[in-house]
């Protein structure tokens, strides 16, 4: 998932693109897909138009960035989407609890084919309701020039950064903290068969202040953090070489090459003798529960995710979320996708409710604070608790 929320504007009907099949008899209604997937928009209209000659169904593919309320707006007309591709997970809830999509026919695929993180990523309240495309996560990167090869645990990590730099990311995100939390035992919400257990908020445990300690100490103690410190700054310190380390993703790549800088890429060290897991962002596909058409709709969604996988990756380095699909040769040979293939498999989604939304904003405050030396980790940690359960109880009392 990136972390870039999913805010979108009607795309002028100009844009769309009326894929018609040929070589069979084509039926009177067509199906009219919306894709949120800007840079892979002329390949998956390719794979419309293949679709479409191999079935004889007419496809409209339209780009768009929807949000619930346009949706809601756009399938109560005559020619309203009959799916979505492409959405980020973390806003599927949002279109669940409107009542607006149908469940995943159980036939449909194997969870077991897919990586653990995306096939949570599809699940509400215990049921699945969307297909799992695409998968991303952050990671390390480092310095060649400064690091010949990549730490392996954290306390290796800091030892090398003290003497080369430092590493720094946005220490204020749970997006990027998630990791810390994780590896002391602590979470967001418990997950298990299928469901998120909201009334367990872990960000206010003993283990979550372990881990707001261990970040504060990165500031401190290690002087490399502090609260002003954002995404776009750690990456303009690490692109400059003032950094050793940077925590980033895919998206981050294009910007390092272009500027010369000596990189590479590793899973994330391991700390508190845990794996540090990273929160697993994943392009998911999605069937309208209005729609007439949603057999079909699953039909083209299955093709896309089994024959397009190769050129969405080639296209928008796009990591399949298809475990076998993984080992493509493409793939494998790349040592920067290698590395967020490894960082993936032991990533796991940020949850797929509702109430995630309450989480940001408290986290972040608190966090600039502790940073600022406004407050201590165990302050920081009860204050968020306190705000996140507030938040949620506010949220709730509304509908």
Partial sequence: MKKNRVIGVLACL??????????QQKKSDKLVIWSNMEVEADTIKEYGEKWSKETGYEIEIVHETPDV?????????????????????????????????????????????????????????G??????????????????????SAPVTWEELLQVASEQGG??????SIYYDLGFVRAFDSYIFPYKDGEYDVNDLGLGNKGAVNAYEFIQSLAGEYGFLSANVTSDIAKSNFQNGETAFYIGGPW?????????????VAPMPSLNNNNFVTPV?????FV??????????????????????????????????????????????DEISKAFVEQINQGEPLPTVSELGQVWTPYTNNMKAMLNGEIDAATAASNIEKQIKEGIELMNSGR
């Fill in 14 to 23: 100009s844009l769309s693109v009326l894929l018609v099949g040929c070589g």
């Fill in 252 to 264: 981050d790549v294009d910007g390092f090459t272009s500027a010369g800088t000596p990189f590479a």
């Fill in 69 to 125: 309320q346009q949706f809601v707006q756009a399938t109560n007309s005559a020619s309203g989407p009959d799916a979505v591709i492409g959405i980020a997970n973390d806003q599927l809830a949002n279109y669940v609890t409107a009542g607006l999509v149908s469940e995943v026919p159980q036939e449909l695929f194997q969870d077991s084919d897919y990586v653990e993180a995306a096939v949570e990523a599809c699940y509400v309240d």
């Fill in 127 to 148: 049921k699945r309701y969307a297909a799992p495309l695409a998968v991303e996560t952050v990671t390390l990167f480092y310095n060649t020039d400064k690091v010949p």
């Fill in 288 to 333: 309208s529960k209005k729609s007439k058409k949603q057999d079909r709709a699953w039909d083209f969604i299955m093709y896309l995710m089994e024959k397009g996988a190769i050129d969405l990756y080639n296209v928008g380095a796009r990591i399949p979320a298809n475990i076998s699909l993984q080992q493509m040769e493409e793939i494998q040979s």
């Fill in 167 to 172: 590493i720094q990311f946005e220490a204020t």
């Fill in 281 to 285: 962002g994943t392009q998911v596909s």
